[in-house]
């Protein structure tokens, strides 16, 4: 079995700064990618940023200079700074990760329960 446990999240005034983690537990060989998704009321999820187990990392145009995400592979753990933020940013947040449990198995995704983030103007 592998969890995906999210925190951080919550209500911020525009301009304001959260700050988000997930922490992947379980039976885990080893994890590739991990990154944030969001959902926002009656839109699809879009990708907000990855990054790889060697740290390379990328964002959807919106969010450039005022997100940032990182890893800490020993913690099997993805961080998301969120600056800047402005009301288009509210949504819910999904962590992601894509791992194998095994060796011999397929890399596969899981994901968080969601965090709400919610930005007032």
């Known amino acids: 079995q592998v969890q995906l446990v999210e925190s951080g999240g919550g209500l911020v005034q525009a301009g304001g700064s959260l700050s988000l983690s997930c922490t992947a537990s379980?039976?885990?060989?080893?994890?590739?990618?991990m990154g944030w998704f969001r959902q926002a009321p009656g839109k699809q999820r879009e990708l907000v940023a990855v990054?790889?187990?060697?740290?390379?990392?990328n964002y959807r145009d919106s969010v450039k200079g005022r997100f940032t995400i990182s890893r800490d592979n020993t913690e099997n753990t993805v961080y998301l700074q969120m600056n800047s933020l402005n009301p288009e940013d509210t949504a819910v947040y999904y962590c992601?990760?894509?791992?194998?449990?095994?060796?011999?198995?397929?890399?596969?995704?899981?994901w968080g329960q969601g965090t709400q983030v919610t930005v007032s103007s």
């Open positions: 379980g039976t885990i060989f080893s994890i590739t990618t």
């Open positions: 992601y990760a894509d791992l194998k449990q095994y060796s011999s198995s397929w890399n596969r995704r899981y």
């Open positions: 990054i790889t187990t060697g740290g390379n990392t």
